[in-house]
């Protein structure tokens, strides 16, 4: 049977994503080797701080079922280089990896994300990026010829997935020397910069694709040159 007609799995045991729990089980499994016997030492100590053995012992084994989808080398970075952030989106991976009802969920939910709704627009850009883009359609006439193909393309030819494109980002942010920044983070600079250059909010609202005034005003950061620059438009 292929996984896609493979019954759902609708049992949890745990609702909790159970952070603390997991880090500690996680090392358990590190130290001894297995996932069985880190199993077995998790409830004999009550590793979940859960009253009833019996408690502890379920949410163990529900919490070790999400575990073991991640490699070592994930356990790894989720003990040892992952900020909490990190973590918190390492063991969603794990439920998602777990449960196929939650991941196909959480696929489709980003697919709408990403479209806005399914609602097809036209994006404005400046001439320096139009001439980028032409430039590469250049490098790429086969896949840019066919109108439905992704922009941006994977090796296969396939399109990537909106979490490849959130570590791409930030691993160019890294690269670059610029921390704190994230996928977003262009897209609020590109507010801010046309707010603090005196463009209309109506015409930013439009140019971010935002269906309220408010979404974008949250947007726009305030810098103290655009307060300076407020300040000496006052004759």
Known sequence: MAASEQPYQMSFTSGGMQLNACVDLAKIRLELGSWDQAARSAVSTGLTGLPKASSNERT???LVKRLKTLNDRELEFLLHEAHR???????????????????????????SAQTKGSVSTTVLVNTKLKRQL??????????MSTRTAPLLFSAKGGGFSAQTIVNLFKWIYKIAGIEGASSHSGRRQFVTKLADQGINARLVQVLARHKHLSTTQRYIDVNENALRNAVELLK
């Open 85 to 111: 952030s990190d973590q918190i989106q390492l063991l969603w991976i794990s439920i998602c990896r777990a449960y196929r009802f939650v991941r196909e969920f959480a696929s489709d939910y980003l697919n």
């Open 60 to 62: 163990v084994r529900e």
């Open 134 to 143: 032409e430039k590469f359609a250049k490098q790429y006439p086969v896949h």
